[in-house]
């Protein structure tokens, strides 16, 4: 790891950290760690890193991103992962008994979970029977867990507590990342003293993004952009208008000397994404507008960078359209978004598009809906089992299907419902509506409320930045 790089010595605090809080406390078997939501990339990173040959801890770590969807099958979950891991780790095994250093352990007592045991203990007894079997003993086990979804934190929470009281081995532990002030996974450690810690790492991650992002030339119309970016975004953080129009004007005149038509579009979507947060301010549509042309312009000279510059383009047309209540153009420009974006094979994006067309005739302009869910249900047919699994197809289709169940569609009622088991399982309406309400705030475009087309002051949620 490069010790310069600026995100490399953020993780080494987290390592530093790490090792004077866990280190030489035997009795330790769970660590959260606090973060702040924009810390999530980094301490993935950290646990990735300590999981590989390049770690720089003591402990040996093992990362899972398992999805937690219930806690009695999380751990069968979990074993079911572990096991994939060490069989598609092959190479690994070989090179270490190259050295001298084999790991000698037997997976086969946990390929057939044993129905009659609890799966926390086998859980356990695996995590235990693996530590025992590392090379250069004495070692400890840490196993990271970073679920990609998790259905219930509750449920989790329950989880990580049944399996203390069941008494993790010693020499094992086991580690999560909860959000600071927020205490998903807080558990009384009054039962348990001395087992469990949380800790907060003090980190300077966006100085460091930015120190990382601006290194170089400043003549570079690249490292200008991102330099007029961050300043940007400082700027909006304080509300000051007048300071973001300065660095946003920066930014287009670095930009337009670059003769990058994509850059030069990326920098007016940069510009206008700020302005979602003074929704009122005059210049963010004329951004949008020269944004989508400049576009358009780039595509016709073979600029493949503009295609997805376009694609957002549509979608900011969108949801300005949107807050500005006016619902029959948004509309029309997701349509154009979800087109162009269907016409290039970018499926996840087009359906989201779709989903978000489909939601504002539901709300705005009902006489449209049912057409346009069909159409959007279509749009997903090609996608795979994976695709379905991680975009908002499952929403449409779950519409959809109650569409087609209320209008007796026997046929399309057997078609969706067979899918949508196949990837969610029996349940996979309940499954689906829990994804869509974690989801769903997220999906949908700013609007502006009742309270804020009467006042003046402006605030909201800007589109995500994309670059």
Not at 401 to 409: H, L, R
Request: net charge neutral; proline share 5%.
């Amino acid at each position: 790891m490069n010790e310069h790089n600026p995100i490399a010595l953020e993780i080494n605090k987290i390592q530093a950290y790490w090792r004077k809080a866990v280190n030489g406390n035997d009795a330790l078997r769970l660590v959260r760690l606090m973060i702040l939501p924009e810390e999530a990339r980094l301490y993935e990173g950290f646990l990735k890193l300590e999981s590989s040959p390049h770690g720089q801890l003591e402990e040996v770590f093992v990362t899972h991103l398992t999805p937690f969807e219930d806690e009695d099958t999380f751990s069968a979950a979990i074993i079911r992962d572990w096991l994939t891991t060490y069989d598609n780790s092959t190479a690994l095994l070989q090179e270490m008994e190259a050295k001298d250093n084999a790991l000698v352990w037997d997976p086969a007592p946990y390929r057939q979970l044993n129905a009659s045991l609890p799966q926390d203990k086998q859980l356990l007894q695996l995590l235990q029977s693996f530590r025992t079997a590392l090379p250069e003993q004495p070692r400890t086990l840490v196993l990271a867990l970073l679920p990609w979804q998790v259905s219930d934190t509750r449920g989790f929470t329950n989880w990580l507590t049944r399996l203390l009281k069941l008494g993790i081995p010693a020499g094992v532990r086991i580690t999560v990342v909860d959000h600071v002030g927020k205490d998903y996974l807080l558990i009384n450690d009054r039962p348990f003293p001395g087992q469990i810690i949380s800790f907060h790492v003090p980190l300077q991650l966006a100085a460091a993004i930015q120190r990382l992002a601006t290194a170089g030339n400043p003549n570079d119309p690249e490292i200008a952009y991102r330099k007029c970016l961050f300043e940007m975004g400082n700027a909006a953080k304080d509300k000051d208008i007048k300071r973001l129009h300065y660095w946003g004007e920066r930014m287009l005149e670095a930009t337009q000397r670059s003769g990058n038509k994509g850059l030069f579009a990326t920098a007016h979507l940069s510009y206008a994404g700020m302005l979602f947060n003074f929704k009122r301010d005059p210049k963010l549509p004329q951004l949008l507008e020269k944004a989508t042309r400049i576009a358009k312009q780039g595509l016709q000279t073979g600029d493949q960078a503009c295609l997805s510059l376009l694609i957002q383009a549509y979608g900011y047309q969108g949801a300005y359209a949107q807050i500005r209540r006016n619902y029959g153009p948004a509309i029309e420009w997701f349509l154009q978004q979800a087109a162009l974006a269907e016409q290039h094979q970018f499926l996840a994006q087009a359906v989201t598009s779709w989903y978000q067309a489909v939601e504002l005739s539901r709300r705005k302009d009902s006489s449209r809906y049912h057409t346009l869910l069909e159409q959007a249900y279509k749009c997903g047919i090609p996608m795979t089992d994976d695709e379905i699994s991680s975009s908002v197809y499952s929403f449409l289709a779950a519409d959809y299907y109650d569409y087609a169940y209320t209008n007796k569609q026997s046929t399309l009622v057997s078609e969706i419902d067979e899918r949508m088991r196949r990837i969610f399982g029996k349940n996979w309406k309940e499954e689906v509506d829990k994804l869509k309400k974690s989801k769903v705030k997220s999906l949908m475009q700013p609007q502006l409320s009742e309270e804020e087309e009467e006042n003046t002051g402006e605030t909201a949620d800007a589109p995500a930045q994309k670059r």
